[in-house]
């Protein structure tokens, strides 16, 4: 049975054989899920960047991941995997990846009404879970693309007969690949010269349709044609903005009739003047165009048709010319009426006189031989010929040898016309200065000749400058100043700049280019020279952009000029005052005198003007502290004193002068440093007139007491010493005092009884001068204390012994001589001791209760002056040895 199911697989192969031996291993679980097809949806925005979160297929699938073997998730569209989105196969999560995805270019066909939808299939696998996943991922649209017109220009035609109100449609309208509120919504025009406006139709498509709507009446004879942007803006937030040019055409009306420019002309002739001589040119303008402009010239039904075959009229021209030979004896005068004639037009009329002169012999020719080009009478000649060009020669023929003959030049324009160096008869026509196409086009000259007798032989020429690129562009302003907002919105428009070139055609057209050190955030429109900033600017990262901006004609050679922008990002309060540091603490030593600086706070604002000026202000302790707001000087008002408080934090807060303020805040600590201001306080013994019981027995090395001392100030100035700088009684070196801690320890057997006597000097090491306290130890040596007044009498009058003892701020106090002094009343004590040993018992049974009570009083008194732990220890066992003591006795 298991042969031929493997038989069968290799048969059917694939999918079908896997599932049958998994029915064969499994039962019904293959099947069973591959009937669970579920179907999950997510939307994204086109244009994410790579490693974007789009969703968690087994979390929305409430896959339980705990289940073993662990859910693994296979996206089997590899292209589509690594094109668009990636998949990780043990959580299930889909991501971007690197490919960001283009609705437009992922659905070009996709219109209004349908959606851009990335269908992708996920298994989940291993085959206990198997299940197919259709995911749909919707791509929505977002505004990232600007609109576009299908060609940059456009050429629109307007009769300049055209109505008030007249509306032309725009048929090359821009197109938005975005979809709804991100597509075309609008249309406007950069400049409508006053005559024209822009409106916009929506057909039943819902596309937009721009119509050109005339507002004034029209002339091209006034203007021809006008040139503007037409803008294309689309629903986005910030809107995106197409642009093309605008070029409206004035199609020309016949609206205007030929006039001539002259009505009347006279001219003489001679009787033997030859056939085909030039009498005279007439010359009719009509400001329209083609066809509408066209002339014709031709005589008036009244002049007789002997007469025109006389004078033959060029009817394209309006040369007259003689076309036969003059009879003198019939006519000495003709008139010639003559008509302009154009379409639709009501002839213009102009007369011309010819006046007949009966010559015996003869007239003399003028003979013309052009040396620049010349057709019909008509010379050209470059505006860049240089002064002196010679145009033609002319010369005088068939002069009667009794006659002279002058040869002068009519008409205005730098011109000369003179005798050709030694030959006679000949003439040259040059040029006295640089002809300048942009000033004059074209000159109109007459060659007289006249004789003796009066003849005059006129020869009509016409010169014609011919245009060439020698005007380079001019910018109207060559330093332009702009100021702009800091933060403003991409492709902001800053300003139009504007050249014109004199030179015709071509050679006039001007585009305009920013120049090489220009940065790459500005964008200039070739045609129009609008000036915009494409990206958002900051004042603090660069305030001033200058460049220059080139306008270039489309002459041969090119010629351009150039002028310069300067751009001034103008500042806006978007920068807080920033403190040099994150917090400040300083080092004031204690008793600093008031108002004295105790440090500066540096604070920074990179806004200009007001927005840069920063204020400083002390938001608590505003009772002891105060800042100066110009320096940012700490002071305290008063002085301070470490031991009432060692450490203030304030807080300080710097606001800019913005509308509206800017601030931050920071926190300054001042650690005071502690002053050698507090002497030593000796706190036990309590008094100079206090004293302690011992034993004449007590053996040398025995812990007796000791002085205990503390100082309120810090360190070095609280490191106290303890050294005996007098005493009374006893053998010199009796008693010992450790420097540190103060214990008193008998050296030397105690011989003698009676009052002994230490003044010990407590010191601390502050700097530059120790300060000190003196405390009188007194030891009363006997087996008992029988009459307490007795020892009082004798403190007090051993307070009479000369000691040194001067104020602790007076300086240090030196070691004297210790002096020795028997106990004089030794025998009667003995006796009195003795008598009254049960009364002193008790005695002193109460006293040791008074010292233990005073004990514990002066441990807490020591734990509230913050005495060092250790210093208990050795309170205890100050008082052990007291009870010993008091046992002893």
């Known amino acids: 049975m298991i042969d031929s199911r493997h038989h069968g697989l290799r048969k059917r192969g694939g999918l079908w054989g896997l599932c049958i031996l998994l029915l064969y291993t499994s039962p019904l679980s293959c099947f069973a899920h591959f009937s669970q097809a579920k179907e999950l949806i997510y939307k994204i925005k086109e244009g994410l960047p790579r490693g974007t979160f789009i969703g968690t297929i087994g979390v929305d699938l409430n896959l339980d991941f705990s289940v073993e073997p662990p859910y693994l998730f296979n996206l089997p569209q590899k292209k589509v995997s690594g094109e668009y989105v990636n998949l990780n196969n043990t959580t299930g999560e889909l991501y971007t990846s690197a490919t960001e995805i283009d609705r437009e270019t992922l659905c070009p066909d996709n219109s209004e009404g349908r959606g851009c939808v990335l269908s992708l299939d996920v298994f989940v696998l291993p085959q206990q879970h198997f299940q197919l996943i259709k995911v ?89 044609e006008y040139i503007t942007d037409i803008i294309a803006e689309d629903g986005g937030t910030p809107p995106l903005l197409g642009a093309a ?160 003959v002058d040869c002068l030049l009519e008409g205005t324009g730098p011109f000369r016309l003179g005798p050709y160096q030694q030959f006679k008869n000949e003439y040259l026509l040059e040029t006295t200065e640089q002809l300048d196409y942009e ?28 245009d060439e690129n020698d005007n380079a562009p001019v910018f109207q302003d060559s330093l332009v100043e702009i100021s702009v907002e800091e933060n403003n919105a991409p492709n902001t428009f800053l300003t139009q700049l504007q050249a014109s070139d004199q030179d015709s055609d071509s050679r006039g057209e001007v585009v305009y280019l920013l120049g090489g050190d220009t940065p790459g955030i500005f964008a200039i429109d070739r045609v129009t020279g609008v000036l915009t900033v494409t990206t958002s600017l900051d004042r603090e990262e660069k305030e001033k952009y200058r460049f220059i901006v080139r306008a270039v004609d489309q002459g041969t050679p090119r010629r351009e000029s150039i002028a310069t922008v300067v751009v001034t990002v103008q500042d806006r309060n978007d920068n807080s005052p920033r403190f040099i540091n994150k917090d400040f603490t300083f080092f004031v030593p204690e008793n600093f005198p008031g108002y004295g600086e105790i440090g500066v706070l540096s604070v920074t604002d990179a806004d200009a003007g007001e927005n840069g000026w920063v204020a400083l202000s002390i938001l608590n302790g505003s009772d002891i502290f105060m800042i100066d707001t110009g320096r940012g000087a700490l002071r305290a008002k008063t002085s301070m004193d470490r031991e009432q408080q060692g450490t203030y934090t304030l807080w300080i807060e710097a606001a800019d002068g913005g509308e509206p303020a800017l601030s931050c805040v920071t926190m300054v600590t001042v650690l005071l440093l502690d002053v050698n201001d507090n002497p030593p306080i000796v706190l036990f013994p309590q008094s100079n007139q206090s004293y302690m019981l011992v034993l004449p027995n007590t053996l040398p090395g025995t812990s007796i007491t000791e002085v205990y001392a503390v100082d309120k100030d810090t360190g070095m100035n609280a490191v106290i010493a303890y050294s005996i700088v007098k005493r009374k009684g006893g053998e010199p070196g009796s008693f010992a005092i450790d420097p540190e801690t103060g214990n008193i320890t008998l050296k030397r057997e105690l011989s003698n009884r009676g009052l002994y006597s230490l003044l010990v000097k407590v010191s601390d090491h502050g700097q530059p001068e120790p300060l000190y306290s003196t405390v009188m130890v007194n030891f009363f040596v006997n087996e008992t204390v029988s009459n307490e007044s007795y020892i009082q009498s004798l403190l007090t009058r051993e307070a009479d012994i000369e000691i040194e003892e001067r104020p602790w701020y007076i300086g240090q106090m030196t070691e004297g001589p210790e002096r020795y002094e028997r106990f004089p009343c030794q025998p009667v004590l003995i006796v009195l001791s003795v008598s009254c040993l049960g009364l002193l018992f008790s005695v002193v049974a109460l006293t040791a209760y008074i010292c233990c009570k005073r004990f514990k009083k002066h441990r807490k008194k020591i734990s509230e002056v913050e005495i060092p732990l250790k210093i208990k220890k050795d309170c205890m066992q100050v008082g052990n040895r007291k009870l010993r003591q008091i046992s002893n006795i």
């Open 136 to 224: 749909k991922i919707v791509i929505e649209d977002v505004n990232d693309n600007r609109p576009k017109f299908p060609t940059d220009e456009i050429y629109l035609s307007v009769p300049e007969n055209t109505p008030i109100n007249a509306r032309y449609a725009v048929e090359q309208s821009a197109v938005d690949p975005d979809l709804g509120a991100h597509g075309v919504q609008t249309y406007w025009l950069v400049n409508d010269f006053g005559v024209f406006t822009l409106d916009v139709e929506e057909n039943e498509g819902g596309e937009l349709t721009p119509f050109l709507i005339v507002t004034e009446a029209l002339d091209r004879e006034t203007q021809a």
């Open 245 to 404: 040019t605008l070029k409206i055409v004035i199609t020309d009306v016949n609206d205007n009739c030929p006039q001539f420019t002259e009505s009347h002309i006279n001219v003489t002739l001679h009787g033997n003047t030859s056939k085909g001589a030039h009498l005279a040119r007439l010359h009719a303008f009509d400001p329209d165009l083609g066809a509408n402009a066209q002339i014709s010239y031709a005589y008036s039904e009244r002049v007789p048709r002997d007469t025109r075959s006389l004078f033959h009229l060029d009817r394209i021209t309006g040369v007259i010319k003689l076309a036969g030979k003059i009879d003198t004896a019939t006519s000495t005068f003709y008139k010639l009426t003559v008509l302009a004639n154009g379409p639709g037009c009501i002839p213009a009329v102009a007369s011309v006189t010819v006046h007949i002169i009966k010559v015996v012999t003869g007239p003399p020719a003028v003979i013309p031989r052009y040396i620049a080009p010349e057709k019909d009478g008509v010379v050209t000649i470059k505006e860049s010929e240089p002064v002196f060009s010679p145009i033609a020669f002319f010369t005088v023929k068939n002069i009667d040898l009794n006659q002279r």
């Open 439 to 466: 000033n004059i086009q074209e000159y109109e000259l007459i060659v007289v000749a006249k004789n003796t007798g009066g003849l005059v032989i006129k020869t009509f020429l016409k010169v014609q400058v011919s």
